[in-house]
């Protein structure tokens, strides 16, 4: 007997089912809002030297903003006042002959910057002066905290598959929620940063774990639907948190906002039920069978129950070596799951990066940031809605493979628009985002069938590693835009179309049950 069939008799999409999803559902808000929060409290407004300094005598009394900007702060061929540099003192005779100012003695900014705080009242940038020489700490900040969610991945991928996905989804809402408050608290940047990194560290195991314990209590008619509804929750938040930084101005405020609901979850937590599979995998078909009898009681199927007992639940899944524990090394132990391990460790780095990189170049359009946002998580609708209905016509392969192709193609095609057509470039890249979503929606739902019970939780801990590296990495290849225009947005087309290679060579999962075993893998019954 295999654990699709328990589930078929206790209904593998009943109520129980249900409202796992909603509990978890609840859960992601604060986890999507935390991983786009960089995108408002990063910013980094108009701004440009203080030069009070330079009104010495009360010279500058009579003259207007535009005039004491005009002889103090140099200007760019365009006209634009510079960020980053001052005149040395005051060059009244611009006021009559602003023509050339290239020759003038200039200096950096001597005692900080005035920023406009129309649009936000308080940033990263504007609280611990993160411009000129040190605009590269402030892009770093997301960079740190996808670090963290790095190391957190493959911690609480660990973690869970050796002390149980509940468990470790409280210790995640409660350190992340704390990491997270905490930060807004921060005397320093240094401090903030090291805070910002156990947020990412802490807050990553709620979808590392929440995305397994749902694939794991549905059956395998219902699996795409539940990719679905994990995926919509990531719109949801993303649709969200756009209208709250909207409302919200203030970095920390924000902060504390999309933190709070965690509370909520860490209510709700103690209904979510321990994944029957990891229980009867460990040896701990006692309990197993009593969240069974929940879901069962649940689902209106009682009567089921009195024909399935403990002992009965002990032969669904017989492992090599009984009740031996798994890890990361059982990744590389075998042929079939090393390779397994290495083609979709590089397609969730190639996704999140594209992904990601697109996200967080949100600003780089000259339209509304809030409502450029919004838009991106509002696209993500009818695509996964589409998604949805393709993941059983055309199988996950090609969904992932399509979607990266197609993201790889808008990239192409902005790089060859001018930059002055904002709107056009916008709505490719907007495009361009729905397929992006559709891949890393799919790539979640395929990696969580392809890998076994016994190892489902470390491949998923490991993709979600490699995921969080590429997410890391996407700030710094944005920064290379410094040496030409357009490099980043070659490199993210090549990082798509490395996606759509490497994830052809993954066997399709559609209609198949998971498998159990490592020898279901390295046996006749998932070939590679």
Not at 21 to 31: A, D, H, I, K, Y
Not at 67 to 82: A, N, Y
Not at 213 to 218: C, T
Not at 278 to 289: F, Q, R
């Amino acid at each position: 007997m295999r654990f699709e069939d328990v589930l078929l008799r206790v209904d593998g999409f009943g109520t129980f089912q249900k409202m796992l999803l909603l509990n978890n559902f609840v859960g992601r808000f604060s986890l999507v809002s935390h991983f786009l929060l960089n995108v408002f409290i990063a910013v980094i407004p108009s701004h440009h030297c203080d030069f009070s300094a330079l009104d010495v005598y009360d010279v500058f009394e009579n003259l207007t903003q535009e005039q004491r900007l005009t002889v103090s702060i140099p200007q760019h061929g365009d006209g634009t006042f510079d960020s980053c540099y001052m005149f040395s003192e005051p060059q009244f005779h611009l006021l009559s002959n602003s023509s050339d100012t290239t020759e003038l003695p200039v200096v950096r900014c001597q005692n900080g910057w005035v920023y406009d705080n129309s649009t936000f009242t308080s940033s990263l940038a504007t609280q611990w002066d993160l411009v000129c020489e040190n605009v590269g700490m402030n892009k770093a900040v997301a960079t740190i905290f996808f670090i963290g969610v790095m190391f957190g991945a493959a911690a609480f991928g660990s973690l869970s598959a050796t002390y149980g996905r509940k468990r470790m989804l409280l210790v995640s809402y409660i350190l992340g929620m704390g990491f997270a408050l905490g930060s807004t608290f921060s005397s320093s940047f240094i401090m903030f940063a090291v805070l910002r990194f156990f947020t990412g560290f802490s807050i990553t195991g709620i979808v590392i774990v929440s995305t397994i314990l749902n694939v794991e209590w549905v059956d395998i008619k219902h699996r795409k639907m539940v990719g679905m509804i994990d995926s919509i929750s990531w719109t949801s938040g993303t649709m969200c948190f756009s209208l709250i930084a909207y409302w919200i101005r203030d970095w920390k405020w924000l902060t504390v906002a999309v933190s709070l609901p965690i509370a909520a979850s860490i209510i709700s937590w103690w209904w979510i039920p321990e994944s029957a599979r990891w229980l009867i995998a460990n040896g701990n078909v006692d309990k197993a069978h009593y969240y069974l009898q929940k879901c069962a009681d649940m689902n209106n199927r009682k009567e089921i129950m009195s024909s399935i007992k403990p002992e009965t639940l002990s032969s669904i899944v017989v492992t090599e070596e009984g009740n031996r524990k798994y890890s990361y090394l059982d990744l590389v132990r075998t042929s079939k799951i090393r390779r397994l391990a290495l083609l979709t460790g590089i397609t969730w780095f190639c996704v999140a990066t594209v992904a990601y990189g697109i996200v967080f170049n949100v600003g780089s359009f000259g339209l509304n940031l809030f409502l450029t946002q919004f838009v991106y998580g509002a696209i993500e609708v009818p695509t996964k809605v589409g998604t949805f209905f393709l993941l059983d016509k055309i199988g996950r392969r090609a969904v992932v493979v399509g979607g990266q192709l197609l993201v790889g193609l808008s990239l192409l095609i902005n790089i060859f628009i001018p930059k002055d057509q904002t709107v056009v470039r916008t709505v490719i890249a907007v495009l361009g985002r729905g397929c992006s979503s559709a891949s890393f929606m799919t790539i979640v739902l395929y990696s969580s069938e392809l890998y076994p019970t016994v190892l489902r939780q470390n491949g998923m801990g490991y993709n979600s590693f490699l995921a969080r590296l590429g997410a890391a990495m996407a700030p710094l290849i944005l920064l290379l835009d410094e040496v030409w225009g357009y490099l980043s947005q070659v490199i993210l087309c090549s990082v798509a179309l490395l996606a759509a290679l490497v994830a052809f060579q993954l066997p399709e999962t559609r209609h198949r049950c998971l498998p159990e075993t490592i020898e279901d893998i390295e046996g006749r019954r998932m070939s590679l």
